[in-house]
């Protein structure tokens, strides 16, 4: 009787041989091992950390507005207009299911953030008033409170390092007395509600113990500091611009700029998926790249893979032979491939995947510095799991369409090693006709001889150095010369903003203002509220349009005659209207036609907003009176310093509020820039590394299998410099093509990019710079780099001894 | 008197394996000649291509000294020994080392370019080498796989002689042919020798040792005999019993 192995037993025996043999494999190759790995390990962390970005913080967001329950909106009324007529009105709006009112004193102040003072809008709150919707919560470990205890949003200890029990004092200046003034809290907590969290929308909240907050509201004791907050869900947050509009309309309010009104009537208005845009963006758009660059590296790793199988199977070809004649399938040998290369995914996918997670950290404090929300990841099997499978899947896809030759192949043929000749059918640059010298020669043979390898170096490098000019822009613009970048919230720039009083003739002022010391140009700029086929919009309104410096129209013009308008792109897309077309333009009861000449970037207003001729708007709205005085100053002068003369020169009778708008743009826009910039500086950082990885690969490869070449070389008396500068330069030739269409594509491809990430942001055309140096500059500096190193890399050919070669 | 156009001191050569040193090359003190045919000869192991390879500067040895015509080359580092051979050596290998990559010509020109930028006058006198050794325009245009092995090492010897080499280092030239492309490769040899060209070789053959004009014989790393056979003629026997008497006593 004959005794057998049970198949499950034999089954086990064939794999672990296979398993073996990929062991051996990787061992054989360590440096080229090692390489692959590292290049998924940096594809697995950037994918799983984009992912779990994507899934989980856009949801964390939303779950946050489920626990807190937070209203469709809110409306911040001051004191001197929350009349009864307001509060029925609200009460009574046909779209109002529920609102709840709470007070608050606002405060514009200066607080010590990083030892720079910034300005902040902020409104003192009462912990202890009862809420039912739009809720808030402690963050983290709070104390109890004592006298002059302030709990303030987890913001300032993110980014102003405020800890607990530290003295955080808050500078303002009396707007009558024009005293400068100081109230100090200490810190007893940290707090996180939806709309007061962070610094970038509306107010920010600082919540204080009932009695601090009596003390408070008798120390500022002014009542155009007081203002009620009317918490509101409605039955379409789309109807909240249509509520303003009735309390504005009840209270004869003409202006919506946050910045550019009189404190005592300032309407603040709020809704839901205004904060979401404004504490999400950012990281919306962030986590969007790190997925994009997560792919392009997944990309390139899988062209890498396959580059590396078709040579391990040219190199093996007589092992593979010889496996083959001792009786191993095709099957099997694929199969100890796939395990090769899952195994080197593997471990780098698991150990990256393993790394995104402390690098998470790190993510979301970024993301914390703008949004003001404490995002913490704990470990996600789901997302971290589908990030593995995906790697997995498709290496393994590669592997299967790269080894499949291998089934072709006659043990016979490839034990005499016949199918390693490479068959050369042309000779390609014929010394004997060559122009240059003899190493320039023989590099672009070996270019046009391994035209394959050659293209994919030059893809590789055409998308590394795509995403390298991509961050070279942002980095650009962000640090270097930020106008286009300041442009990019669609506002007017100017300097200083004058807020006169609409009631007094202006002329004499305005004079006055033009003449001072380091001005350069004044100029009308207001916000009003109109209805644009029916649609609430925000309209800008100036004499002329030829002055104004920010140019936000992308297509067309700005209005010039009687009845013209430019739309944002939004506003005109969602009224499907275009240049040439004509809409209707409402305020109140009256209404006109105007033709569309242009169209614009902006996002006030979610992207509805118009900008008209103000001789159009007064026929509209009779009572219109120009307000607002964009102040332009000469480059270099401190804007501080000019509203502080401003203020001493001109009573508040006629100048009602001056604003700073230098100031007001760095800090708002300094979260961003630094963002955007630390971006934009980790992907030129990330570019250089896999380019410096793929060429070790490359180039540490082609040297293996070009040894027997190279020795020869050596023999008849070619030195070592000699060959590794013919390498190089063969290398070269291929990045230097990749690096230029990369450069160019990134040229000209940024601004149509962002254009598509920052749509929502009602930008339809970025128009960032595109400096052609610093360009040029980055890829010169990726073509030299490149072949500095590979000059390094085929340093080790200084090892290839031809007297080895021939000995062998 | 011949001129000496090679000649070592005290020649020694060891290589390492492990923690054991293995010494092939023991003192040799040894001298070649303007005009000969010299073919190195002894038992496998015996130290024959390393003293080949020492004397051609394709490697360093451990200590001793070389003197090639007026250049003494023992303590030149690998980037001067590859610039001396390239003007000084060509060179024949068993297994030919042609590059693949590149047609027959060119294979000759990429040796020749090194040396000379008159790039006519490589090409031209590459072309005339070719011709004289029996290949033809449809050949050199060819690649090295698409050719046979007397074919490819035909070739290779006009690589060895594109820069007027001062000596032709030859290594089993015939080790990988049939007899008749052997032959025919010996003819070759035997026709540049009688032009004027020193050749040193190495061979286990008897058939190609007999084309040497002085056979010397190595055993254990030491020049244990020495023959002198003079020129060659097609079909001296004897010559032929000379080198066989000769070889018989070395104990080959």
């Known amino acids: ?808 | 008197m011949s001129k000496i156009i090679l000649k070592t001191n005290k020649l020694n050569k060891s290589f390492k394996s492990g923690t054991q040193e293995q010494q092939v090359l023991k003192n040799l003190d040894i001298e070649f000649y303007e005009g000969d045919y010299t073919v190195i000869m002894g038992s496998s192991g015996a130290g024959k291509s390393t003293l080949l390879y020492a004397l051609s500067g394709m490697d360093r040895p451990t200590s001793g000294a070389i003197r090639f015509f007026d250049a003494e080359i023992a303590d030149l580092n690998n980037d001067k020994l590859a610039v001396f051979r390239r003007k000084n050596c060509g060179f024949v290998f068993q297994q030919m080392f042609l590059l693949d990559n590149m047609s027959i010509l060119d294979n000759i020109l990429a040796s020749g370019l090194l040396v000379s930028g008159d790039k006519k006058s490589i090409v031209a006198n590459a072309k005339e080498l070719l011709e004289k050794v029996g290949l033809t325009e449809m050949i050199w245009r060819k690649f090295p796989t698409q050719l046979s092995g007397g074919e490819n090492q035909r070739a290779a010897i006009v690589r060895a002689l594109i820069n007027k080499p001062r000596v032709v280092f030859a290594d089993e030239p015939t080790g990988a042919l049939n007899s008749a492309a052997g032959n025919s490769v010996l003819d070759v040899l035997t026709e540049i020798n009688n032009d004027g060209q020193n050749i040193i070789m190495v061979t286990h053959d008897l058939r190609s040792a007999r084309r040497g004009n002085r056979i010397i014989y190595i055993k254990d790393g030491v020049i244990s005999g020495e023959c002198v056979l003079g020129k060659y003629v097609s079909g001296d026997k004897s010559r032929h019993d000379k080198l066989k008497a000769f070889l018989s006593e070395m104990g080959w």
């Open chain 1, 1 to 808: 009787m004959i005794n057998s192995k049970p198949s499950c037993l034999k089954w086990g025996g064939k794999v672990k041989k296979l398993w073996m043999h990929a062991i051996a494999n990787i061992r054989k190759s360590k440096s080229s091992s090692t390489t692959l790995v590292i290049m998924f390990l940096v594809a697995a962390l950037l994918l799983n950390s984009g992912l779990l970005v994507v899934i989980n913080y856009g949801s964390y967001f939303s779950n946050l507005k489920q626990e807190l329950k937070s209203s469709d909106a809110y409306f911040a009324i001051p004191d001197k207009i929350y009349t009864d007529k307001v509060k029925t009105y609200i009460d009574k709006n046909e779209h109002v299911k529920q609102t709840q009112t709470l007070e608050g004193v606002v405060l514009e102040a200066d607080i010590l953030s990083k030892g720079e003072e910034k300005s902040f809008p902020i409104m003192f709150t009462n912990i202890e008033e009862k809420r039912e919707i739009s809720k808030w919560k402690y963050v983290g470990e709070h104390l109890p409170s004592e006298d002059m205890s302030v709990y303030i949003p987890d913001i300032f200890k993110a980014v102003s390092g405020y800890q607990l029990n530290d003295k955080i004092k808050l500078n303002y200046k009396d707007k009558e007395t024009k005293e400068e003034k100081a109230i100090t809290f200490t810190v007893k907590g940290y707090t996180e509600d939806v709309y007061f969290s962070s610094t970038d929308t509306g107010y920010i909240s600082f919540y204080l113990p009932q009695d601090t907050y009596q003390k408070v509201k008798g120390i500022i004791n002014k009542p155009e500091n007081i203002t009620h907050v009317v918490f509101t869900n409605l039955d379409n947050v789309k109807n909240v611009p249509s509520i303003e509009n009735g309390i504005r309309d009840l209270v004869d309010l003409n202006s919506a700029s946050l910045m550019a009104a009189d404190p005592s009537t300032r309407l603040v208005v709020i809704d839901v998926e205004l904060i979401q845009l404004a504490r999400c963006m950012m990281a919306t758009m962030i986590s969007a790249m790190m997925v994009m660059f997560a792919i392009i590296i997944v990309i390139v790793c899988l062209l890498v893979v396959r580059y590396r199988i078709i040579n391990s199977i040219e190199e093996d070809i007589m092992k593979i032979g010889s496996l083959k004649s001792v009786g191993y399938t095709s099957r099997q040998i694929i199969l100890s491939i796939i395990l090769q290369f899952s195994l080197i995914a593997g471990i780098g996918s698991l150990i990256g995947i393993a790394l995104s997670y402390p690098v998470l950290p790190v993510v979301s404090t970024v993301f914390e510095q703008q949004s003001g929300l404490k995002w913490e990841q704990g470990f996600d099997a789901g997302v971290s799991g589908v990030a593995f499978l995906i790697l997995l899947v498709i290496v393994l896809m590669i592997v299967l369409i790269a080894a499949r030759h291998i089934r072709k192949l006659n043990p016979i043929n490839a034990l005499r090693g016949e199918t390693t000749a490479r068959k050369y059918k042309r000779n390609h640059i014929q010394l004997e006709k060559a122009h240059g010298n003899l190493p320039i020669a023989l590099a672009l043979k070996s270019v046009l001889q391994n035209i394959k390898q050659n293209v994919m170096i030059s893809v590789i490098l055409i998308i590394v150095t795509f995403f390298g000019v991509f961050g070279v822009i942002m980095y650009y613009n962000t640090t270097i010369d930020t106008k286009a970048f300041a442009e990019v919230p669609g506002m007017e720039i100017c300097n200083a903003i004058a807020v006169l009083n609409p009631e007094k003739d202006q002329l004499e002022t305005v004079k006055k203002i033009e003449k001072m010391d380091h001005v350069r140009k004044v100029q009308y700029l207001d916000e009003v509220k109109v209805k644009v086929e029916g649609m609430e919009v925000a309209a800008y309104v100036m004499d002329k349009y030829d002055k104004k410096e920010t140019k936000l129209v992308y297509e067309g013009r700005y209005p010039k005659d009687n009845n013209e308008i430019t739309l944002a792109g939004i506003l005109a897309g969602r009224l499907n209207k275009s240049i040439g077309d004509t809409v209707t333009v409402g305020f109140g009861e009256n209404k006109e036609h105007f033709k569309v000449v242009g169209l614009s970037n902006g996002s006030q207003m979610g992207g509805l907003n118009i900008s008209i001729l103000a001789k159009d708007y007064k026929r509209l709205n009779y009572n219109f009176k120009h307000q607002s005085l964009y102040i332009y100053l000469e480059k270099g002068t401190d804007a501080a310093q000019f509203v502080t003369d401003l203020e001493n020169k001109f009573d508040k009778s006629m100048l009602l509020t001056a604003v700073n708008f230098d100031k007001g743009m760095e800090e708002g826009m300094a979260s961003y820039q630094k963002i955007v910039a630390a971006m934009g500086l980790v992907m030129l950082v990330i570019t250089l590394f896999v380019v410096t990885l793929v060429l070790y690969f490359v180039i540490s490869s082609s040297v293996i299998r070009k040894k027997r070449e190279l020795g020869i070389q050596k023999a008849i008396g070619f030195t070592t410099y000699q060959l590794m500068n013919q390498l190089s330069i063969s290398f070269t030739i291929p990045i230097t093509i990749g690096a230029v269409i990369g450069t160019l594509l990134g040229a000209f491809y940024t601004n149509p990019m962002m254009s598509l990430s920052m749509k929502s942001m009602g930008v339809m055309k970025a128009g960032f710079i595109v400096d052609p140096y610093w360009i040029i500059s980055f890829g010169v500096a990726t073509i030299v780099f490149s072949y500095l190193l590979s000059m390094v890399i085929t340093w080790r050919i200084r090892k290839i001894s031809a007297y080895a070669l021939v000995t062998e």
